[in-house]
Structure formats: structure tokens, C-alpha cells
């Protein structure tokens, strides 16, 4: 099982749609947890933190559920610049002590459309 | 303050050839990490590195692949007698001390003909 899991889609809405991605760990020990954007052939940059009481940043609204090691993003009035894969990342603990060591979900491709 | 510097953008090698990908941290950050993204999967951790010292590095291939941050001078990760299947955007991370401040470099995306 993979430790990061995401439905890779692809998500094809209308522009003004409401898209919602989920995400799920397999790892308990899990500490901190990242919505990122990946644009074509580019690297990826960071779109969000995810908080345990949930986070709104504009249209785009995280959730995590620790007691089901589930992440979710929600994009609303979706706009053509939203097309992008947008990647789950977790950063787990590692022996007490914690680092930067980001570990990747597949990614969920969106496409928005006129 | 310029960000991660990676190159080349873009680095074509026959195989059996060696591959030197370069990585200059942001100023002031001193860990570094390797990913590598290969066609239509997800960013896989390679390897973490502060200065003059390998940290964890349990995402190396165990042979061919290498990396190091010296004390002066850029992050490299080494390929050696690289094959096809090391095509891959190779992407680069730094971060200051301590936190997660993450900043990637634009990637080297190396093609193996």
C-alpha cells in the first residue's frame, strides 16, 4: 500500500465549479501535512497547510482527519488558472526527531475548462 | 535573493554515460534534498544532505547513484553509467535550519538515449 494516496482523476469541471480532491496516509506517525500545485513540466510549489481544525485560504478550503488519515482541498468558483496536478504531501517523524522529508501522493490532475 | 538554482535545465546522455546534476540552496538555507519525479508518477524523496554530510539517504538507488554537498560550492547528485529507465525530472530542495521552509528549483529533467 502506498503511504500517500490520492485519486489520480482526471477532474474535468467548468470554470465557476466546486472541486473537491481527498487524500489518505497510511501512516499514523504522520506530523505535518501540505496541499502543493504542480503546473506542467514545472516544480511544485506549495499551496497550503493543513490544520487539524481545518484552514481557508481565498477558494481553497483543507481538512484533515487524523483519527481517519484523511486529507481533503476544496477549490470553489473554479477558474481556468486552477488547471494544474495538485499533489498530497506528508511529512512523517522519524525516529522522535523530524525533518523536511516530504513524501508525495501520486497527484490529481484538474483541468478547467470555459 | 535568488531561489534554488538548478542545472542544466535539461540533460541528454547516451547510456553508460555519467550524469552531474547540480543544486545551489537559497541563501542562508543549509539542508538540501533530492527528489526525483519519474514520466507519470509522483515526486519520490532520494536523498537529504547538510553541509559536508549525508543524512538520510534511504531513497538512493543503492548502486550508480550519488550525491554530496561540500562545504563550498553547489549540491551534486551523480549518476554513473546511467541507463533509460534514470530518465526523470530530478528536482532539488532547500530549507533553512530547523524548519520547513521549502523552496524547489526548477528541476533537471535528464533524458537517457
Known amino acids: 500500500r502506498k503511504e500517500v494516496e490520492q485519486d489520480p482523476g482526471p477532474f474535468n469541471v467548468p470554470e465557476g465549479a466546486t472541486v473537491a480532491f481527498n487524500c489518505t496516509y497510511s501512516?499514523?506517525?504522520?506530523?505535518?501535512f501540505f496541499w502543493y500545485r504542480q503546473d506542467c513540466r514545472k516544480e511544485p510549489k506549495l499551496l497550503m497547510s493543513v490544520y487539524s481544525s481545518g484552514n481557508e485560504d481565498g477558494r481553497f478550503t483543507a481538512q484533515l482527519n487524523r483519527a481517519s488519515q484523511y486529507i481533503s482541498l476544496l477549490i470553489r468558483d473554479s477558474k481556468l488558472s486552477d488547471s494544474a496536478t495538485y499533489l498530497c504531501v506528508v511529512i512523517r517523524g522519524a525516529g522522535g526527531t523530524s525533518y523536511g522529508k516530504l513524501t508525495f501522493g501520486q497527484g490529481t490532475i484538474l483541468t478547467v475548462h470555459p | 535573493n535568488a531561489g534554488v538554482m538548478q542545472n542544466p535545465r535539461h540533460l541528454v546522455r547516451r547510456r553508460g554515460q555519467e550524469a552531474r546534476l547540480r543544486c545551489s540552496p537559497m541563501k542562508g538555507h543549509s539542508h538540501v534534498y533530492w527528489y526525483r519525479q519519474l514520466p507519470e508518477e509522483g515526486l519520490k524523496f532520494m536523498v537529504y544532505?547538510?553541509?559536508?554530510?549525508?543524512?538520510?539517504e534511504s531513497g538512493m538507488p543503492k548502486e550508480r547513484f550519488s550525491a554530496e554537498f561540500p562545504k563550498e560550492g553547489p549540491s551534486i547528485l551523480r549518476i554513473q553509467q546511467v541507463v533509460r529507465g534514470d530518465s526523470a525530472a530530478y528536482f532539488c530542495a532547500s530549507s533553512p535550519r530547523d524548519t520547513y521552509g521549502y523552496t524547489f528549483g526548477s528541476g533537471t529533467r535528464l533524458t537517457v538515449v
Open positions: 501512516n499514523s506517525a504522520s506530523q505535518s
Open positions: 544532505l547538510q553541509k559536508e554530510n549525508i543524512i538520510d
